[in-house]
């Protein structure tokens, strides 16, 4: 469903809702008319967020994000990978099942790919043992055996000229060969050179991309809860307290690059629909503008909210490690459950402490949830475009355009792939839109419930206040029967549907 196409759904499903209340002034009235106003310049998130947040409040809305973190990641990795699957198979195999090249089999020349080709964000460069390294990488101590491909990368890039074998976690099943090469590759120094194991050397480029993809865990270990990451994702994309942590120190022109390259994810997934402008990846004077702001901001670990007067708030890595450590330690989806709220509500609290102003604490803390859910959509797609999944498209990219092919730098590679960004980025996005219309739409049919509920008492009210009459009970007892309050009735308690 697209943008417009959500927005007229959940407008419709208001009007429907509010038609069956029979109020021309309905409790929903400030929502669906914020929602009407800013039809045509939300996006569906901002939609969506305005509705929801109207009908039920921020509390609700903490509740989703919970939700998604500790309950949806499986099923948003696997929509992602089967997009994933169906698009490789159309833009390079035309929807066939070519077998793979001889010079990418085992023996052959290889795919070689120089590291600043699939490390966008220089994931490379952080040593997993450290403070950062922690909250990027994991199953760290398995090094070359580890089920992280970025992780195996990392350590197999330490060990130069030595070949390594990517195998499916959780199997003996080799998938990749991977040899890190410093100097002398087709490709440029410090490159990776990869081919296929023994295994594919009899079977098609499907089999090799479904397998690797499967392979893979776009949050984290396959083996263990992964709530951990994604809150680590989060915050680094919020605040770049990843970046600005000890041992990372990225340059202000490393930040920027990166910003620039969300900045053109973004107006990729906001188009309204396929057609691609040059404008997408250029930049007016007002946006390079901003992305040096926000690059030095994120550079030193900050955020300035527009809600509170641009209010500065830091949330270092260290804040992020003692909330990650306090989701690691859960071993069952209902300690997980518990643990992210508490480590949500503690970086809302740290946040909401660099104000003296009560009633701009609760702001910063509303602000914090919100901001996460309009940028969940980037955080998974940036999660994509790591070294792991960009691999896999980079090799697919040379057996498409040819051995030796190559992009230049992320922008271009974003350019040259815009429609598989674009159709992962709606898969990503109908969940997530899915699960908040859903949230809603449980609300809604609560307050039709109470409604219905409401009516039935009226109803008895009013026979009883008849009968009274009859039976010639006085004026003041019919008037005081008219004006109990029943108060609300439970909804689990009616059978209205």
């Known amino acids: 469903m697209d943008i417009g196409g959500v927005k007229k759904d959940i407008n419709d499903k208001v009007a429907a809702m509010s038609t069956q209340l029979n109020k021309k002034k309905s409790q929903f009235k400030d929502a669906r008319g914020a929602a009407t106003d800013k039809l045509n310049s939300l996006t569906s998130t901002d939609f969506l967020l305005e509705l929801t947040q109207g009908l039920i409040g921020t509390k609700a809305l903490k509740d989703y994000v919970v939700d998604c973190i500790t309950n949806r990641l499986p099923d948003i990795e696997d929509a992602i990978k089967e997009g994933l699957k169906k698009e ?106 990869y081919t296929t194991s023994t295994t594919y050397s009899t079977k098609t480029l499907p089999d090799f991309n479904n397998n690797f993809i499967d392979s893979l865990s776009l949050f984290g270990n396959p083996f263990s809860l992964d709530s951990s990451k994604v809150i680590a994702l989060i915050m680094e994309e919020l605040f770049g307290s990843v970046s600005s942590s000890p041992g990372i120190n990225k340059s202000k022109k490393e930040i920027q690059k990166e910003l620039e390259i969300k900045e053109v994810i973004d107006c990729i997934l906001d188009s309204q629909n396929d057609d691609v402008s040059d404008d997408f990846f250029t930049f007016d004077n007002e946006t390079l503008s901003k992305i040096d702001r926000d690059a030095t901001n994120r550079r030193n670990g900050i955020r300035e909210l527009e809600t509170c007067g641009n209010l500065l708030v830091q949330v270092p890595a260290t804040a992020v490690q003692a909330a990650v450590n306090l989701v690691t330690t859960a071993t069952t989806t209902a300690q997980q459950t518990i643990a992210v709220t508490q480590a949500l509500n503690d970086l809302a609290d740290l946040q909401a402490s660099f104000t003296s102003n009560p009633i701009n604490g609760e702001t910063v803390r509303t602000n914090f949830i919100l901001e996460i859910i309009r940028k969940l959509q980037r955080i998974v797609m940036s999660s994509i475009l790591t070294p792991e999944f960009m691999t896999l498209f980079a ?103």
């Open 88 to 193: 490789l198979k159309e833009k390079v195999c035309c929807g066939l099942n070519p077998s793979i090249p001889v010079w990418f089999r085992k023996g052959g020349a290889g795919v070689e790919l120089k590291v600043t080709d699939i490390d966008f964000f220089n994931i490379m460069k952080t040593d997993p043992n450290t403070l950062a390294g922690g909250l990027i990488y994991t199953d760290i101590p398995s090094g070359v055996n580890s089920t992280d491909f970025n992780t195996y990368l990392y350590n197999t890039i330490q060990s130069p000229s030595i070949s390594t074998n990517w195998v499916i976690p959780g199997t003996t099943s080799e998938i990749l060969e991977s040899t890190f090469v410093e100097t002398g590759s087709a490709a440029g120094n410090n490159a990776v050179k």
């Open 395 to 497: 090799i697919n990219h040379q057996i498409l355009y040819g051995k030796g092919s190559s992009y230049n730098g992320p922008i271009d590679f974003l350019r040259k792939n815009c429609k598989l960004i674009k159709n992962i980025g709606k898969v990503v996005l109908n969940i997530l839109l899915t699960l908040l219309l859903n949230l809603a739409l449980l609300y809604l049919t609560i307050k039709l419930r109470e409604k219905l509920a409401d009516d039935q008492i009226e109803k008895a009210k009013n026979y009883v206040s008849i009968l009274l009459s009859l039976t010639g009970a006085p004026p003041g007892i019919i008037n005081q029967v008219r004006e109990i309050n029943t108060g609300v009735v439970p909804s689990t308690n009616l059978n209205v549907f």
